[in-house]
């Protein structure tokens, strides 16, 4: 009876079950967060003053107008395709997805203020199907990995009326799974398991300073550390074969949801007073990221799990990104009506496919455009002195912005003959935006 065939499934779908516990935030990394950054390219690392700050800077929550509550409402819509032979197996699905985010900057006493994110996909608020080396077409950056709960909060402290200082973290919690079964192969026994499950709190420290040099003028920086979900799962598997015992010891790896180390520049200008213009420089440490796949490995030299089959480990390739985003706002009406305009660029993280794993990147061209209007009180236009508790205005905006994301087309032309030997890639993702705010003073 060949036994490694059901042995391996089974011990590889027990711990699978259980991934998808995480919460991170990689969705930040490749769509951004708060509807006017979003508009102005994303350059957001000295320009988010409102809850967008808790990604983009911690410390620019002290420079927050007044305190705000927020709510975004955005849809993403895939038109990303692979074209090869008729035969050839088709890239793993993208589904249309939409992600409501609510935030809030809360200025509080001695200079302090204090910000909170939430957000999550409507249709599918986490989503984790990895499996060992596949060969099957997947877009790296988009689709289900995006699909998460993202909590983010960070704290900034206000020094001197020009600096401010900022620090975060990105919520994790990491599993450890321990499986232990008893399965009978012929014998009419039934199927003991056990499973040890740990959650293990882990979070991405963010920190950055704020300052403004001289009127109009904002210079920012940035850290953020990496955040991935974890798995790391002994699997110990005891089949009975007609009153025989057999141990199949399993160790199995898996990173999902990768968010990695990040340090990000960024400046604002009003060159007058109806116009802001952003931009700002992000590098991404994606070389250190260990692969999308499940890794299976025997525990041990000896016994049957040492002589099952298992998929090889590939170096992926990945590499360190540098992303520059621009952007601008020209203000109509009184400042009451804004226009906005932005673009960046990424270069491909992933090399052209060339081993078992059909891993798909391009560089991405993405151009956003959209709009604001503020209504109500400005905090300083108001000639009551600040004293006490009570509110003394209150205020609101209408946020929307679109946003274009063009990935190159890219060719694969690989020398082995067989399924996806010879392909190409590329197409376009497109968001939409809708953020609502009401602020207090």
Do not use: C, W
């Given at each position: 009876m060949n036994l490694s065939r059901p042995l391996f499934a089974l011990a590889l779908a027990l711990p699978?079950?259980?991934?998808?516990?995480?919460?991170?935030?990689?969705?930040e990394d490749i769509q951004?967060?708060?509807?006017?950054?979003?508009?102005?390219?994303?350059?957001?690392?000295?320009?988010?003053?409102?809850?967008?700050?808790?990604?983009?800077?911690?410390?620019?929550?002290?420079?927050c107008e007044?305190?705000?509550l927020s709510l975004e409402l955005r849809h993403t819509l895939y038109e990303l395709e692979l074209e090869g032979d008729?035969?050839?197996?088709e890239a793993k699905e993208l589904r249309d997805q939409t992600r409501v985010s609510v935030g809030f900057c809360n200025q509080l006493p001695y200079n302090f203020a204090f910000g909170l994110v939430f957000a999550m996909g409507l249709q599918n608020p986490m989503t984790l199907d990895q499996t060992t080396l596949s060969s099957t077409p997947?877009?790296?950056?988009?689709?289900?990995?995006?699909?998460?709960?993202?909590?983010?909060?960070?704290?900034?402290?206000?020094?001197?009326?020009?600096?401010?200082?900022?620090?975060?973290?990105?919520?994790?919690?990491?599993?450890?799974?321990?499986?232990?079964?008893?399965?009978?192969?012929?014998?009419?026994?039934?199927?003991?398991?056990e499973i040890r499950w740990d959650l293990k709190p882990r979070a991405a420290v963010v920190a950055g300073v704020h300052a403004e040099p001289i009127p109009g003028l904002h210079l920012a920086a940035n850290y953020r550390s990496a955040l991935f979900h974890d798995l790391n799962t002994p699997t110990n598997v005891e089949v009975e074969a007609a009153g025989v015992f057999l141990d199949v010891q399993l160790f199995i790896e898996s990173a999902a949801w990768y968010s990695p180390q990040q340090f990000a520049i960024g400046v604002t200008w009003d060159p007058i007073?109806?116009?802001?213009?952003?931009?700002?420089?992000?590098w991404f440490d994606w070389s250190s990221h260990p692969g999308p796949f499940l890794v299976v490995t025997p525990v041990g030299e000896d016994g049957i799990a040492a002589g099952l089959r298992y998929p090889e480990r590939e170096d992926y390739?990945?590499?360190?990104?540098?992303?520059?985003?621009?952007?601008?706002?020209?203000?109509?009406?009184?400042?009451?009506?804004?226009?906005?305009?932005?673009?960046?660029?990424?270069?491909?993280?992933?090399?052209?496919?060339?081993?078992?794993?059909?891993?798909?990147?391009?560089?991405?061209?993405?151009?956003?455009?959209?709009?604001?209007?503020?209504f109500g009180d400005r905090p300083d236009e108001m000639t009551?002195?600040?004293?006490?508790?009570?509110?003394?205005?209150a205020n609101g905006s209408i946020d929307v912005f679109v946003r274009v994301q063009h990935m190159k087309s890219r060719d694969v032309a690989r020398t082995e003959t067989g399924p996806l030997d010879v392909y190409s890639f590329g197409g376009n993702v497109l968001d939409a935006g809708l953020q609502l705010s009401i602020g207090w003073f």
């Open positions: 699978s079950l259980f991934a998808s516990s995480a919460r991170a935030n990689t969705v951004g967060l708060g509807s006017r950054v979003n508009a102005m390219g994303g350059a957001g690392t000295a320009l988010a003053t409102d809850f967008a700050a808790t990604y983009y800077s911690p410390a620019n929550l002290a420079f007044n305190s705000s008729p035969d050839d197996p997947q877009f790296l950056l988009y689709g289900e990995p995006l699909e998460q709960l993202s909590i983010q909060l960070g704290v900034a402290y206000k020094i001197v009326p020009q600096l401010s200082i900022g620090l975060g973290v990105s919520i994790l919690v990491n599993s450890f799974l321990g499986v232990n079964a008893s399965i009978p192969i012929v014998t009419d026994g039934t199927v003991e398991a007073d109806a116009l802001t213009l952003a931009f700002d420089v992000t390739g990945f590499r360190d990104v540098v992303v520059p985003r621009l952007g601008a706002e020209y203000r109509i009406l009184d400042d009451d009506l804004a226009l906005r305009a932005g673009y960046h660029y990424r270069a491909a993280i992933a090399p052209v496919p060339s081993q078992t794993s059909n891993l798909l990147d391009s560089d991405v061209h993405s151009i956003s455009l959209g709009g604001g209007y503020f009551e002195p600040a004293t006490g508790p009570h509110i003394r205005g």
